[in-house]
């Protein structure tokens, strides 16, 4: 009997939905959207311009990158 063991190879994204990190935007997507990075993690984020210290919250995460928006701070 042969058995095989299926792990998930996937790494797991340091970042959460539904969580806010301070993050600086690094780039500039073709879209238009601000690109961050946590831990080397993409973060797509409408309405910011390279150079911004933002604070953003995740707004869905995928396998290789997630997006976020921008949190107003009062």
């Not at 994204?13 to 990075?37: L, N």
Request: include cysteine.
């Amino acid at each position: 009997m042969c058995y095989i063991l299926f792990r998930n190879t996937e790494s797991s994204a340091p970042v959460e939905a539904g969580e806010s990190y301070d993050v600086t935007i690094e780039d500039i997507a073709k879209e238009g959207d601000g690109i961050a990075r946590v831990e080397g993690f993409v973060i797509f984020v409408p309405q910011t311009k390279v150079g911004d210290d933002v604070t953003i919250k995740i707004t869905k995460v995928m396998r290789k990158f997630a997006f976020g928006e921008k949190v107003e701070e009062d």
